[in-house]
């Protein structure tokens, strides 16, 4: 079973960036398309990115096209989301898990996930 640890969220200034990272184990990811999901205070949690398995190709919702960028270094069963231009909208509890735009995946369970919070 994956275990997935989140990191390198914090509290950034609007216009900032930051860079999450995403840590598996227990099993290898490379043969699952990854994403990144967010979840801010009364809402549902969303995904916002994802990268595929095969071509690491990347698919964004809007909110955060050309903003983010997914990656995945599946030699240290890494994922990860550099965020830039971040505004008070993005702030969220993040994180990873299968995932897929538009594709419903089964979910590893859920790591604890990483607090980003942008405010001046």
């Known amino acids: 079973q994956v275990q997935l640890v989140e990191s390198g969220g914090g509290l950034v200034q609007p216009g900032g960036s930051l860079r999450l990272s995403c840590a598996a184990s227990?099993?290898?990811?490379?043969?699952?398309?990854m994403g990144w999901y967010r979840q801010a205070p009364g809402r549902q949690r969303e995904l916002v990115a994802s990268i595929t398995n095969l071509r690491n190709n990347t698919d964004y919702v809007n909110s955060v096209k050309g903003r983010f960028t997914i990656s995945r270094d599946n030699a240290k069963n890494m994922v990860y989301l550099q965020m830039n231009d971040l505004t008070p909208e993005d702030t969220a509890v993040y994180y990873c898990?299968?995932?897929?735009?538009?594709?419903?995946?089964?979910?590893?369970?859920w790591g604890q996930g990483t607090q980003v919070t942008v405010s001046s």
């Open positions: 898990n299968r995932g897929r735009l538009g594709v419903t995946l089964p979910f590893f369970p």
């Open positions: 227990g099993s290898g990811i490379s043969i699952y398309s």
